[in-house]
């Protein structure tokens, strides 16, 4: 059901590591994620803003450059541990096609631009600017608290074959959702929780939604609150709620360029090789809600496209077998 | 646009007490309310069970009777203060042409049944046999840690009446919705909170809700989460949300006979009387929720009958002047 | 054990209101109650700062004034219904030979100043200018978001005499504490909560704390963490904790003038003339904590005195049988 | 100032694994164990008790074992990668002289037995049986809901070269202590987190603490309210309190034989190789304790002794250089 996972990958990924977002009102944006996220601003100049978590050591998770272009996502990150592991990926994307090329990032040290086999484009550094972890001065505090970028949840035309690519990088699988051997949605992690990728079926490439890590419940309504206060109070997509894999209390909020944004506090540690992935049928009533309101359409329908990539139409067209339809009519079903 | 409050009224009210709902299934009814809500069984016979909250020291604030007819409301009770309220109360009532009859309730003290000029059906008591507030107890806490019950959410046919006879009994009103000079929803308090009693337009009488608090705001995950782990994973029927009036987090759960229990997180104090009421415009974008998914359908159409009470249309038939409707647009405009 | 309570009080205090500090240096008091307890400024002065919690209407419960006497309490406040409350309690006062002054205060209704019989003076008015509550906006929000005053602690030469003279005026008991047959301190309370005023044995009169309700359990953390961050480490005093009386989670501050100001979450609701206060023996060992380090030595010895009130000892000197020996003694046997 | 770590260790040790703790009445710790700190038994017999936090999914971190000499620590247990790690530590362990013995242990797959060079005993395994992870199993959730075990605090007689040893196991430092070029405590990490080990000075080889995590911050004062209910009022030995380093809310609480078990709130990701470890100066006020009571004497002087294994005086004989009497300086300074 789950492909194999190389638990010796050629080099080592280790997270999730940053997110390069384009905007069309910086100055908005900026506020959205200071305001109601809680991210503080490393850097910025007119163009660019360079935002960490409160929790976070490393320069940046979230740069929004604007664009007239904006709501497209140019890149995500991975961090690998050490230098040499980027010669390696080099090697290793140029080896198998792969589109690799060196690239100059500011704030991070040396930096390689690659794709995956359906085009999503990924940024990979071993090093960043350090800068103070912020989570223990309150007195600066803002937003929902958000501590540090934890995962992104991207679209494939097929899961399967995607998350073979990889679990050859070494992605190890937590949670997976499947309907008759049908691989209708997988969580994958490099560092030691549950999440730093989850991908799921659809049209692709797309970032459906980054993630940052909360520390307790009731952040997650002070997120919405604080969304509510500054002029979002529609910015509430999906929840607040209770995931069915992870487990986690989540709520979705769309940015002001539609970008889609989860708050959720925080997961179960892995590590560990002989756990087992937990597997949820999406034909039993609980598979993603245990309870909750469904959420709007535009959850299932909406993502943000990678900057100058191309769309590919899932192998299975929109029909009963894809991950939303059949989450959609659980909850509908879970509703009455 | 509010009716005058008798600040000295004939006989003193002074908080919501109780209310007695019948079930199909008593035992399945008991568990939904010690496991999912969280009160605890004060006493219970082969047909009957009475429940208090964790910080209740009087006998039971929701009574559940085994009945052929379940899914209904037979009376809402509330608390005078002294014995002789109730005398006055029973000549109040008669000599407004109003049903007044003494009775007999077990637990309680001398009982008297009235009812409002709508047909709500009411119970009126000064004492009840007392039990150890459980609410330290947390060895033996179960559910969403329901603390008390704090009030009652009714229908009205007339809203701007049914406010000015409790008005005259001495309810005083917090917060109230209007649209058009035209009252959409009143608060209306007798103890120093901001709810004893809320009094909504539509097809009367009947319960739309009773309402427990809950200690913080993660209780109201719990009381979801327990919800779905009992097999009522579908009785989350609006929220987990922030009200605009009252400004509390609440959720609204459906029991196993259809009767809506909402638990929320405590409000302000009230008490004095130079605070000027708070008023709320149905006009604008953030009437009823500052945040939120809309709320299920059947939250604005389905309530709690009273048991053998005819019903009256409300005044203005279903129409944009109503409040469900006016909530509802809103919800959607919110939501895009 | 406790005096006689008349339920039926001659005038009607409602609640507690405000209590007005002596400071030696304002502006570094405006910020202790602003950044570390989350009070928000009503108005201001070179001499005077008036301050309410969070989800107060009425303009004040703190008025700080810069004294070179700093670290007196000038008044304690308690509010009454009508305004012709003010005038029988005048009669009343004046008729038991103690004082009662017609004042005036700024943005308060009529004002009238009397004294105890012990000589702790107060301050009682009917109405004061209201201001928006500020619970909602949370994007103002510092501090541990402290709500509302709730209660003082006074001091008492004999404690059950002045149980005897607040009984009188209707305050009505929760909770006590005793001893072989003596009072060593009780929960009195006006509003539908467990306190409006703690009577404890000891030198006399001296306001011991002021309380405020904060939300949640962690508020009181955070209250914490900025005493730390603003430079008032050693402020934590006693706690965190949660009492035997009340139950209530706790801290206690001690502000830049000496002033002690407890943080602690929410009690139960009381109202009701049948539930019996609940005893707690001074000679079991859960007494006054149920566990927790034990407080540093001057929260049983330091208190507020009143500015220009000269002091009485207690009834009985410091002996085994005062409170705080009672309660200082159980906590050294719970630590072992 | 801190020995150089190595990032390509011979081995791969990856987390804190388990404990084992002798005591003297097995049935009184399983419900210390489950009752107040939450965990719940994997396994059991007559002699011992295999328990584990509610999101841990390997069979126990907590073996507890009646023996009549109580109160001991059997060993401290570490995870490593693969099985080949075990064959590599054994000769690692053997070439340097240091114990090294293959051995059985339930439920575990191959076991390594090492000691490390002050005596410390260690458990090596890289495989568990697994059960299911507890987290969303609210109905069964009990005590402070400890869901994983996260570090040990062990004593060393000389900090420094303790710390050197297990740097060249891979061992890296979140945070340390010092003072005039003395390191006086290290917080050392292998998983993603801040801390597997915290080595500080003192008659060694003893166990300090073991610390699980629990979700939010209030879930500190459940486990100091269970441990009043079920009769351990005296248990809470140092906080509810708020760390310098690490920054985490803690609460220690002593066991029925005297072991200690820190019950703390998560912390921050570590992972990348070019963040540089916090130093804090034990010379500065907030070294240890940003606010907060002083602990119990005991927390600085008692620990948990490895059964059958001699003591060693610390380097320095008690005086003004260890970290306990620092501390101690510090939090008396801070209280007046």
Known sequence: MLPAVNLRPAFNITRTSHVILTVADLRKSREFYTDVVGLVVSDEDENSCYLRGLAEACHH???LVQSQDGGKCRRIGFRVFFDEDLDIAYQYFRGRGLPAEWAEAPYQGRTLHVSDPIGTRIELCATMETRQRMYLHKEKHKGAYAQRLDHFQIH????YALCAFYSELGFRNSEYLTHEDKLLGAFMYRKGTCLDLAIVPGLAPRLHHLAYTVPEAHD???GCDLAGIYGYPS???RGPGRHGPGGMLFVYLIDPDGHRVELFNSHY???DIEIEPVRWDAATLSTNVRWGLPALARWYSVATEFEGVPL???VEKPNPETLESY???REEAAQG
């Open 220 to 222: 997650i309504f002070t």
């Open 327 to 329: 989450i959609r009519k």
């Open 312 to 314: 590919t139409e899932p």
């Open 156 to 159: 494939a035309p097929d899961t």
């Open 61 to 63: 998770s979230l740069v």
């Open 269 to 271: 540690q892995t590590i």
């Open 235 to 237: 910015s509430v997509e």
